[in-house]
Every structure is written in structure tokens, then in C-alpha cells.
């Protein structure tokens, strides 16, 4: 059973920092690009970064480069995003996605973790 499991989101102040984790079960996640996307109350889901499998390009929405960074460890089969420097326009449901990168076309999707910025 595949399963993509957010965790790591919550309330925080602007300027500072979260780590969100996708813990990943259920595919060959070595294979897979795995991203993260957000949605906003009232906006359309957006990418916020994605990482190709080993050597692992990346990608950013332009409205996160130098403050968000995608990362993965393959041996644990879990792929982050640390988050600096936090904007309330940063406040969103932040899902995690998988995508074949070799072959195949199934894709997932995890269930969602918030993260509020507010003072």
C-alpha cells in the first residue's frame, strides 16, 4: 500500500523556520521525483520544489528560491523541505507528491500538513 505521510507543519512566526518530512512507503522511491506543493485558502494548488532522483536536480517557485531547500535521503525513503525566513504568503497546506521519473505514469499524493505564518 503506497503511503505518502506529511508531518512537521504548525505555527510559526514570520522569519522563522519549519522542516516538513514525507515519509514515503509502498514504491521504489529511489525512482520517483518527489515535490511539494501548497495550496491557500482560495488558490490554486502550486509547486514549491521539486528533486529529481540521484544526482538530484532541483526546481523552486521563484517566490521560495534562497529560502526553501528540498532535500531526500534515500535509505530512509523520506524527502524534506526546509523552510527559512517564513512570509505569511507562506501560509498553505503543503502536500508532498510523487512522480515516476524513469518509467510509468502513477502519481501520489500525501494528505496534507498546514503551516501558518502569523505573528
Known amino acids: 500500500q503506497v503511503q505518502l505521510v506529511e508531518s512537521g507543519g504548525g505555527l510559526v512566526q514570520p522569519g522563522g523556520s519549519l522542516r516538513l518530512t514525507c515519509a514515503v512507503s509502498?514504491?521504489?522511491?529511489?525512482?520517483?521525483?518527489m515535490s511539494w506543493y501548497r495550496q491557500a485558502p482560495g488558490k490554486e494548488r502550486e509547486l514549491v520544489a521539486s528533486l529529481n532522483p540521484p544526482p538530484g536536480s532541483t526546481n523552486y517557485a521563484d517566490s521560495v528560491k534562497g529560502r526553501f531547500t528540498v532535500s531526500r535521503d534515500n535509505a530512509k525513503n523520506t524527502v524534506y523541505l526546509q523552510m527559512n525566513s517564513l512570509k505569511p504568503e507562506d501560509t498553505a497546506v503543503y502536500y508532498c507528491?510523487?512522480?515516476?521519473?524513469?518509467?510509468?505514469?502513477?502519481?501520489?499524493w500525501g494528505q496534507g500538513t498546514q503551516v501558518t505564518v502569523s505573528s
Open positions: 507528491h510523487a512522480r515516476p521519473y524513469y518509467f510509468g505514469s502513477r502519481t501520489y
Open positions: 509502498g514504491f521504489t522511491f529511489s525512482t520517483y521525483a
